[in-house]
């Protein structure tokens, strides 16, 4: 069974979403990761409620299925990019009711899951000072995502407090391991900053991975690079996925190639097809 491929709509910023959505499925993805943000859908706009009902018949009418994805650059703040965050001096709360419109939107679409990240500690903040600012957030999100029906993806992200998947595994425990509690996993970031092969990452993180994301990238530089310029083995990784009976949503995850999304959209399912149909031996 060939995994179900998705596209995060960060990289298709010069697109308006209907007619993103519309190039998506004429060239065969069967969902969209929909990242929440003024271009698309504002989870601020006043008529929001109208725009996720509209989106709701238009998904069903493209056969298409949905994450929702909460990282949008300068949504929050126009001068400071991915801030506030959970783990912020100031602002905490505003990154709250974002997910908390998140987890609402979520369940309007029946969206497979929210995805989400921790945030970079501030400068002058302790790494555990913030890990408690993390924790009280998370457990605030939990608690919406519970009375919404909605699954959170948490995601490992460079840079950022919680950067590799023990670190997630660590707030997993903190929490107390609920089930509303997820894994997005990158697995550009596997690349970029895990001690262990793609493959082994899939596997250790297959008891909670609810979503993917899928782009190439090098060795220790955080750069969402065009499938053939990093070292991302890519047909590996899907047959991992595979392996471990995933079946959620594997999303391309090329944020600074909206300019190009005209040719960049159907060349990386064509090369994600060719990728998983090649027979390979998994270490």
């Not at 929440?36 to 725009?51: E, K, M, N, T």
């Not at 998370?138 to 699954?151: G, I």
Request: hydrophobic share 45%.
């Amino acid at each position: 069974m060939s995994l179900r491929l998705g596209y995060v709509t960060n990289g298709l910023g010069q697109h308006r979403l209907d007619d993103a959505l519309g190039l998506l499925a004429e060239n065969g993805y069967d969902g969209v990761a929909l990242t929440l943000d003024h271009q698309h859908l504002d989870p601020f706009s006043r008529d929001l409620p109208a725009r996720v009902t509209a989106l709701a018949g238009r998904l069903e009418e493209l056969g298409l299925a949905v994450v929702i994805e909460t990282g949008a650059r300068f949504l929050l703040d126009p001068r400071r990019k991915h801030e506030p965050t959970l783990v912020s001096n100031l602002g905490r709360e505003r990154r709250l009711d974002l997910y908390r419109r998140a987890v609402d939107i979520a369940a309007e679409l029946r969206a497979e899951a929210v995805s989400l990240w921790s945030g970079a500690i501030p400068a002058g903040t302790s790494r555990a000072e913030a890990w408690g600012r993390l924790v009280e957030g998370m457990l605030a999100v939990l608690e919406e995502a519970e009375r919404a029906d909605v699954v959170i993806g948490f995601e490992p992200e460079p840079g950022m407090l919680v950067d590799r998947l023990e670190s997630f595994e660590s707030l997993l425990t903190t929490v107390g391991r609920p089930d509303r509690l997820g894994l997005t996993l990158d697995l550009g970031h596997c690349v970029c900053l895990e001690d262990e092969p793609v493959a082994d990452c899939v596997r250790r993180a297959s008891p909670r991975l609810v979503h993917v994301h899928v782009e190439d990238m090098r060795r220790g530089v955080h750069e969402h690079l065009d499938f053939g310029e990093g070292e991302l083995d890519l047909p590996v990784a899907l047959a991992a996925l595979e392996g471990v009976g995933y079946r959620g949503l594997v999303a391309v995850e090329l944020s600074r190639h909206s300019h190009a999304a005209d040719t960049v959209v159907p060349r990386a399912i064509r090369v994600l097809r060719e990728a998983e149909r090649m027979e390979v031996l998994i270490p």
